[in-house]
């Protein structure tokens, strides 16, 4: 237990501080040298942990403070909106995707990545380390719907209400019907994103049920922009011969083009059967949404009010399942499960999403 657990207290980096002081300078004058942060002073940071830790000792049955983790090394955690990363001194926290801020009342944190000390109430810049100095407890507080962050040392989560767009993208991937990316964090999700003409379209060929169809497909892709001999052709293909998608012209798709939230509702609305894409008139798409009720009144104001990011998508993919295919009996969730899209178990035993709809 005494290699897995980082214990930090003030008095581990007394020696530390008193150089950071000096180094530091005052509030009107903030910069130190990045290569003495990144050298002498976390050397000392991380040399006085390990004192601390060799000279320390821990309770082996569990008992003690609570707290949401402790790591010696970086470790990943995806968030949503207004949860609160509680730091203390000595911990790091590094965003990876997302937006974020830090306050603080007294004390000090530190943009390792620029040298300088970044005031309380401050936005976090993406892929800078932040170091808690001494006599400092700090809330980095989500601000953006999800974010991906990594940490070090002894915090402790304090999680929102805020709608939970990571879990929605976990249950999705349980029942096969997301798969994320290549990004080598955040399990791939990229929620933060705004999702490509592409990509929306694979995820309308998965909650249509016909993912296996379209990878099978062996046809000539229309479009010279989606490239020959690649899944994306055979997805973009199949879905032009079925008559699923238009190109923006007789020769481009323009695959890596944003799409918008009316565009991707439409998608859903045609896997729903409540439209085909014959009907290219999309400005009435979260109207139409809200009448089949595939959206409520608070989630089409967000719509049109939010940028629309991958965590949109995952959001309305993801209460799709729940609205019935116009003309069946049955849900979209019913349909793909006698498709054998994935089973009642699988879904079941998804991720769970707590339901707070807007």
């Known amino acids: 237990m005494r290699n897995k657990i980082l214990v930090l207290l003030p008095l581990c980096l007394l020696a530390a501080a008193a150089?950071?002081?000096?180094?530091?300078?005052?509030?009107?004058?903030?910069?130190?040298?990045?290569?003495?942060?990144?050298?002498?002073?976390?050397?000392?940071?991380?040399?006085?942990?390990?004192?601390?830790?060799?000279s320390a000792s821990f309770p082996e049955n569990g008992e003690g403070p609570v707290t949401a983790g402790t790591a010696s090394a970086w470790t990943e955690s995806r968030l949503k909106q207004d949860d609160i990363l509680q730091a203390v001194t000595g911990d790091s926290v590094l965003l990876l995707a997302g937006s974020g801020q830090v306050n603080y009342s007294s004390g000090a944190v530190v943009d390792v990545t620029e040298g300088a000390v970044l005031p309380s109430g401050g936005n976090l810049?993406?892929?800078?380390?932040?170091?808690?100095?001494?006599?400092?407890?700090?809330?980095?507080?989500?601000?953006?719907?999800?974010?991906?962050?990594?940490?070090?040392?002894?915090?402790?989560?304090?999680?929102?209400?805020?709608?939970?767009?990571?879990?929605?993208?976990?249950?999705?991937?349980?029942?096969?019907?997301?798969?994320?990316?290549?990004?080598?964090?955040?399990?791939?999700?990229?929620?933060?994103?705004?999702?490509?003409?592409?990509?929306?379209?694979?995820?309308?060929?998965?909650?249509?049920g016909e993912e296996a169809e379209a990878l099978a497909w062996n046809g000539s892709c229309p479009f010279t922009d989606v490239q020959p001999g690649s899944n994306g052709a055979k997805y973009v293909g199949y879905a032009y011969e079925k008559g699923y998608t238009n190109g923006y012209s007789a020769t481009e798709f323009r695959p890596s083009n944003a799409v918008n939230a009316r565009q991707y509702t439409a998608f859903i609305l045609r896997a729903l059967g409540y439209s085909s894409a014959a009907n290219t008139?999309?400005?009435?798409?979260?109207?139409?949404?809200?009448?089949?009720?595939?959206?409520?009144?608070?989630?089409?104001?967000?719509?049109?009010?939010?940028?629309?990011?991958?965590?949109?998508?995952?959001?309305?993919?993801?209460?799709?399942?729940?609205?019935?295919?116009?003309?069946?009996?049955?849900?979209?969730?019913?349909?793909?499960?006698?498709?054998?899209?994935?089973?009642?178990?699988?879904?079941?035993?998804?991720?769970?999403?707590?339901?707070?709809?807007l």
């Open 125 to 208: 810049a993406a892929r800078h380390r932040y170091l808690v100095a001494e006599d400092t407890a700090a809330s980095f507080v989500i601000t953006g719907k999800t974010a991906v962050v990594d940490w070090q040392g002894t915090c402790s989560l304090f999680s929102s209400t805020s709608t939970d767009y990571n879990a929605m993208a976990a249950a999705l991937k349980a029942m096969h019907l997301f798969q994320g990316s290549f990004t080598g964090y955040g399990q791939g999700f990229d929620l933060e994103a705004a999702p490509t003409r592409l990509q929306a379209l694979i995820m309308f060929i998965r909650v249509l």
């Open 19 to 54: 150089v950071w002081a000096a180094a530091a300078g005052d509030v009107a004058d903030p910069l130190a040298s990045l290569s003495y942060l990144n050298g002498v002073f976390t050397n000392r940071v991380d040399a006085a942990v390990s004192a601390r830790l060799d």
């Open 281 to 357: 008139d999309l400005s009435d798409a979260l109207a139409r949404a809200q009448s089949a009720g595939l959206l409520t009144e608070g989630e089409t104001a967000m719509l049109q009010r939010d940028p629309f990011l991958r965590a949109e998508l995952v959001y309305i993919s993801y209460y799709a399942l729940e609205v019935p295919v116009s003309g069946t009996g049955q849900t979209l969730a019913q349909r793909l499960m006698e498709k054998g899209v994935f089973t009642q178990f699988e879904q079941d035993n998804a991720p769970a999403v707590l339901n707070w709809r």
